[in-house]
T-cell receptor
Framework: AQRVTQPEKLLSVFKGAPVELKCNYS??????LFWYVQYSRQRLQLLLR??SRESIKGFTADLNKGETSFHLKKPFAQEEDSAMYYC??????????FGSGTKLNVKP | DTEVTQTPKHLVMGMTNKKSLKCEQH?????MYWYKQKAKKPPELMFV???????INESVPSRFSPECPNSSLLNLHLHALQPEDSALYLC???????????????FGPGTRLTVL
């Protein structure tokens, strides 16, 4: 069965520190993975998708099939990065499964 | 227009009421989704419509009845709900993924439903 695990419910870092939000997945097929972000009082929005291999707002994420991971990283966290982050897996065409989420708190 | 809109923002209903949630998008997306999100939990997929046809029903109780009248609109009809159905109901849309390409989902702000 497919599964997405985000082991940290809450991650607190100081401004300027590196941040890594962990995501591990379990899926027998070829995975398509995404990071979604929800800022306070805003709607859920896409941050990154693995297929694009892009950097958005300084965040990057690399799919590691050997470790079945898709960790989200940023070298220097900013206060405006404080938000809820969800890792999501797309499977069977239009099915999406969201991890439990990690709340990132960037302290000044 | 690159937004998904949902109405109403808030809804309070009794267990015997019948109500409907509405979702609209004008981005030409042919896949539309309903999710349920309980407090401090991730969104859980309920239904997916692909080209106005129901393609995925994640074993949702029949007291939730989706409808897709056209490619821009998605409704969720509610009847005889239980208090545990209280949650944020999210609508999303995307290009249909059956083509093999990967498309992002655009989410609406949600309807906060309270069942008394």
């Amino acid at each position: 069965a497919q599964r997405v695990t985000q082991p940290e419910k809450l991650l607190s870092v100081f401004k300027g520190a590196p941040v890594e939000l962990k995501c591990n997945y379990s899926y027998s097929g070829s995975p398509e993975l995404f990071w979604y972000v929800q800022y306070s009082r805003q709607r859920l929005q896409l941050l990154l998708r693995h297929i694009s291999r892009e950097s958005i707002k300084g965040f990057t994420a690399d799919l590691n099939k050997g470790e079945t991971s898709f960790h989200l990283k940023k070298p220097f966290a900013q206060e405006e990065d404080s938000a809820m982050y969800y890792c999501a897996l797309r499977y069977n065409f239009n099915k999406f499964y969201f991890g439990s989420g990690t709340k990132l708190n960037v302290k000044p | 227009d690159t937004e998904v809109t949902q109405t109403p923002k808030h809804l309070v209903m009794g267990m015997t009421n019948k109500k409907s949630l509405k979702c609209e998008q004008h981005m030409g997306h042919r896949a539309m989704y309903w999710y349920k999100q309980k407090a401090k939990k991730p969104p859980e997929l309920m239904f997916v419509y692909s080209y106005e046809k129901l393609s995925i029903n994640e074993s949702v109780p029949s007291r939730f009845s989706p409808e897709c009248p056209n490619s821009s609109l998605l409704n969720l009809h509610l009847h005889a709900l239980q208090p545990e159905d209280s949650a944020l109901y999210l609508c999303a849309s995307s290009q249909d993924s059956r083509s093999g390409s990967v498309y992002e989902q655009f989410f609406g702000p949600g309807t906060r439903l309270t069942v008394l």
